[in-house]
């Protein structure tokens, strides 16, 4: 399999401040979540730091799964953890770090809804184009495939392994990865680990 992605890759500093930008527009929103739901697991940690700026403590997940690749989406999103706690009669905030297809928050909203939540609104710090659905709130539209710091590892095992039988293929696509500001060192100490356990 050959990927075209390219890439952008936010480092802390830029998310921290997207996350502050987004407090600030949840707040003059006028909305009030009575829980902020982060789904599993890259709205984990965007959704952890809402609940500080937000000065909301009442924070619980849900899974939902809809890539199988970089840019490679399962034919059908698949809810694979229910919401942690009880929504009935709550505002809730879903917090994800991407709208890509969109596909998978529809899944996760309609499934708060049918929790018994009395409002639920949408959180992303990026949304795409293509997505079916628009946040109620987010930071930046981008038809990059977006790496997170907390998903380089993962990000380059994706690449290596749709693309290790052909060399020049994984250096293209790492070479991207590069060019959009990944930390060359880390690339390879990745890489070579793969490359070994391949071997074994």
């Known amino acids: 399999m050959k990927t075209e992605a390219e890439y952008e890759i936010p480092s802390w500093t830029q998310i921290h401040n997207m ?12 909305f009030k979540p ?14 952890r730091v809402l609940s500080d700026l937000l000065e909301n403590s009442s924070l619980a997940s849900v899974k939902a799964e809809c890539y199988v690749g970089i840019g490679v ?4 999103p698949i809810l694979t953890q229910p919401v ?9 905030l879903v917090v994800d770090e991407v709208a ?5 928050l529809i899944l996760v909203v309609n499934h708060i809804h049918a929790e018994g939540a009395s409002e639920v609104k949408v959180a992303t710090l990026y949304c795409k184009p293509q997505s079916k659905v628009k946040p109620d709130f987010h930071e930046k539209e981008t038809s990059y495939w ?12 994706k ?28 690339i390879n100490r990745f890489l070579k680990e793969f490359s070994e356990a391949k071997k074994c």
């Open 19 to 30: 996350l502050l930008s987004q407090a600030d527009q949840i707040r003059r929103s006028g």
């Open 84 to 92: 942690s706690v009880s929504v009935a009669g709550k505002k809730v």
């Open 34 to 47: 009575d829980i902020i739901v982060g789904v599993s697991r890259g709205g984990w940690l965007p959704a």
């Open 146 to 157: 977006i790496v997170f710091p907390w998903e380089l590892k993962e990000t380059v095992r």
């Open 100 to 104: 890509d297809t969109g596909r998978s």
């Open 73 to 76: 989406p399962l034919s059908q």
């Open 159 to 186: 690449i290596f392994e749709a693309n290790k039988a052909n060399p020049s293929d994984l250096q293209r696509e790492i070479s991207k990865l590069a060019a959009a500001g990944a930390p060359k060192r880390q």
